[in-house]
């Protein structure tokens, strides 16, 4: 839920100080010397009335020698997570950095701000304004040393968040009424975080909480007991796909089931190619390659979901021997089309932007992407029910 902003420019121009001066704090390292941050630098900041985001001080874009170009992938690789960047520079104006930038930037259907600080020492040349206006390029000129136009600087990349950011997103809100009973199946297994539970499962109960509906929670283990128990039927019932099979067979099918994992697909908007991607595992063929992305990175448990029981509900389904790689965090590989399939985990630890990017990417090299639940689902023969609730409004 927490918006990314990179801080991306050239050494020197005064990104480090930005951040402090948007903060009021010292966060980041300042020197007068080039090359000062070497790792990007990740502040979390109220920046409202956007709401909670994360601002990313980075490594200068023109960084030399090897050491320099692994900080500059590092740099590219922030700007690829991102919501929104600001292209800082001082009083040296646009160049070949800057303009390799913005091309990037535009690649990536990224929103930028042009951001001319120093303005304490000097005007933004004026050639370099005229190409901002020709190219409708939104721009800003302020001083990290003086703080004059910090405030104006906020209230820009307010303006400058796409609608989808300032919009309140739904996760099941849309699915049942004020006063309707909501039934959450949480199993807790060796993978479940220790001593709380994951965060689909914490803001499908605080959206329940919002819109005075009544959330109940039970293990998988009790699901039958709290059926018997109601004196109305839930409204909805959502369950971990985990044990989606077994809760299939037990709520009547009179009750509408969904996952959420499914919730968060549709949250995040990528529901509709994760239920195309979930079709090929019906023509996968003997020793195709199958590519696991995880988010977030854990300790391997011996039930592991996306090693030990993706893989195995796979061979069951298909009956063929399949090659399955992992991949962690924000590393996705290059080699995408070596895959049949990519199957992603819920990224509930990603923000939309980047799992967007990631659909989008597998879509341009025509490699089907879809996700855990979703995937858990087909396979369990449920997916038809688990995403009827959701298709009136994918
Ligand atoms: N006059 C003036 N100097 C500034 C301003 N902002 C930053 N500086 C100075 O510019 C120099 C570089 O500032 P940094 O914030 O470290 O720049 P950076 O872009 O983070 O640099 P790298 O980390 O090396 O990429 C320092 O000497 C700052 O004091 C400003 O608004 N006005
Ligand atoms: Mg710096």
């Known amino acids: 839920m927490r918006y990314q902003i990179a801080l991306v420019g050239r050494r020197n121009v005064g990104k480090s100080s930005l951040l402090n001066a948007m903060t009021g704090q010292q966060i980041a390292i300042v020197s007068e010397t080039r090359g000062t941050t070497t790792d990007a630098v990740a502040k979390p900041y109220e920046l409202l009335p956007l709401g909670p985001v994360t601002l990313f001080d980075t490594a200068g874009i023109d960084d030399e020698g090897d050491l320099g170009a692994l900080r500059v992938g590092a740099t590219h690789k922030v700007l690829c997570r991102a919501d929104m960047a600001m292209l800082v520079a001082d009083e040296q104006g646009l160049g070949e950095h800057e303009l390799a930038l913005i091309e990037q930037m535009r690649s990536l259907a990224l929103p ?27 721009h800003l000129c302020v001083s990290a040393a003086t703080g004059s136009n910090i405030s104006a ?11 989808e950011l300032k919009a309140e997103p739904v996760l099941a809100g849309d699915l049942y009424r004020r006063g309707d009973l909501v039934l959450c199946v949480v ?20 959206e329940a909480l919002d819109r005075n509906a009544m959330a109940v929670v039970v293990k998988e283990t009790e699901l039958a007991d709290a059926l018997k ?4 039927p839930p409204r909805l019932v959502i369950t ?4 989606i099979k077994f809760v299939d067979r037990v709520v009547p099918k009179s009750i509408p089931l969904t996952t959420f ?15 195309a991607g979930a079709e090929r595992f019906d023509s996968l063929k003997e020793g195709d390659k199958v590519l696991i992305a995880e988010a977030c990175s854990h300790n391997v448990q011996e039930d592991d979901i996306g090693r030990v029981k993706l893989p195995n509900w796979i061979r069951k389904y298909t009956g063929k021997s399949l090659q399955f790689d992992v991949v962690c965090g924000h590393d996705f590989p290059d080699n995408l089309e070596e895959y049949a399939l990519v199957i992603h985990c819920g990224a509930c630890m990603f923000n939309r932007t980047e799992m967007l990017r990631r659909v989008r990417e597998c879509q341009r090299r025509g490699v089907p992407i879809t996700n855990y ?20 409004n994918p």
């Open 187 to 206: 199993p807790i297994d060796l993978a479940a975080p220790k001593g709380r539970i994951i965060l689909p499962q914490v803001q499908v109960l605080r």
């Open 373 to 392: 639940g979703v995937a858990i689902s087909k396979l369990q023969g449920v997916l038809p029910r688990v995403i009827a609730p959701l298709m009136a």
């Open 229 to 232: 128990r109601f004196t109305v």
């Open 261 to 275: 994992s499914s919730l968060f697909a549709r949250f995040k908007g990528d529901l509709p190619p994760m239920v």
């Open 240 to 243: 971990d796909a985990q044990v």
């Open 153 to 163: 600087l906020k209230q820009r990349l307010y303006e400058l968040a796409p609608e």
């Open 112 to 138: 930028f701000l042009v951001v001319f600080n120093k303005g304490d020492s000097g005007e933004p040349a004026r050639a370099d304004l005229a190409l901002c206006q020709q190219q409708g390029l939104p």
